[in-house]
């Protein structure tokens, strides 16, 4: 019976660390998570106090993923964190970056992190370098899409793309993003859509004209099938969907009222914390 419910991230499906390696930043995109959660005010990362806080509580956890803030702006802090925890632990290792230009300037050390994990997830916004520099809000100071076109282990990494009206929304815009990133060879392409509320929010599947089944009942994270649509791209495309849970124009369909009944009764028996920049472990981010 759980496993007709529990199929997503918020269910409780992974027993995983988020950690918020450092509050900085280089960039101001308007859906970024630290929008929402400002975090323990720390910008440098203690990685001693990290590493101490992951390793005492390992046996709790299968993975954990770096994120910020922009945890590449500590790119020398981050890979010793990194390989501390691969020599100390059996956890599978993963970090989410927006590629500042320190990851271009220390090439070797961007490499090294590389090799070190499990994977690496590039948050580009867009294959146009100038629309990708208004997500950002701010001005590209190197070749990105030849750096990223360079990088070993492709393997190993996975670009993410948001759908953020008014930049990354039209059906074709969002086809030649993906062309763009097919021809790289990466390992897959995530397409995210970012809750904005009825002014902003674009449907993946309206937009596509394509019907999937509820999100939030039978899992947010789809592999897409669509060789009418996608063809000839060979890179696997996950899709991230939005549920009435986080985006407020969507409805609830009936199964999603049984899956909300049932959790208001269980508990999810995962373990979850995110660990933020001083080592301080919490149940959630704040």
Known sequence: ???????????GLYNSIDVHFTGACDNKCAHCIDMRFSG??????????????????KEKYDDVLFLGGEPCLYLDELLECVKILRVETNLKLYVTTSVPKVCYDKREQFEDLILHLDGLNLSVQHYNESIADEIRKTKSKYNRQEFYNS???????????????????????????????????FNSIKISEIQHGKDQFVSFEKLFNINLLSPYYNG???????????????????????????????????????????????????????????????????
């Open 40 to 57: 323990i005010d720390l910008k440098k990362p203690n990685v001693g106090a990290i590493c101490k806080t992951i390793i005492d509580n």
């Open 220 to 286: 947010c994270q789809t592999y897409l099938d669509m060789p009418d649509i996608l063809r000839y791209i060979k890179t696997p495309i996950l899709l991230k969907r939005s549920c009435f849970m986080c985006e407020s124009t969507l409805k609830a369909s009936i199964m999603d009222g049984v899956k909300t009944l049932y959790k208001a009764f269980t508990k999810p028996n995962n373990n979850y914390n995110v660990v933020y920049g001083n080592g301080e472990i919490k149940e959630g981010w704040i």
């Open 151 to 185: 990088l070993p282990c492709k393997d190993k990494i996975r670009i993410n793309l948001n759908i953020v009206k008014p930049f990354l929304y039209t059906k074709s815009d969002i086809l030649n993003c993906l062309y763009h990133y097919d021809k790289m060879g």
């Open 1 to 11: 019976m759980k496993n007709r419910f529990v199929k997503n991230c918020c269910d």
